[in-house]
């Protein structure tokens, strides 16, 4: 029986690393992901992003990205299982991404 090539969150995360390493990361994202998907993605990074910063509500958050109060809430569900070295980390590379935006 033949079986998937990628089976594990580790084979994309090793792909996505590749593609980094070869400035192809761009390339690769769009193969994979679906305009819809992209922009989920885009709103994720700025939940957590707001979530992190602290200075909006939940709700303030939800009108202001134009997305579900439900999304707000799972990301904010996920920062409350994540250890507090984790949330640094996070906070860093949120802000780092936004500095080199600036």
């Not at 640094?88 to 991404?97: F, M």
Request: hydrophobic share 40%.
């Amino acid at each position: 029986m033949n079986k998937a090539e990628f089976e594990h969150w580790q084979d994309v995360l090793t792909a996505l690393q590749l593609a980094t390493k070869n400035d192809q990361l761009d390339f690769l994202l769009s193969a994979l992901l679906t305009f819809d998907e992209r922009e989920a993605l885009l709103a994720r990074m700025n939940i957590l992003h707001e979530l992190m910063k602290g200075e909006r509500s939940q709700r303030q958050i939800s009108q202001m990205l134009k997305v579900g109060i439900a999304t707000i809430t799972r990301g904010s569900t996920e920062l409350k299982h994540s250890s507090p070295e984790q949330k640094q980390q996070l906070q860093q590379l949120l802000q780092a991404a936004a500095d080199v935006k600036a």
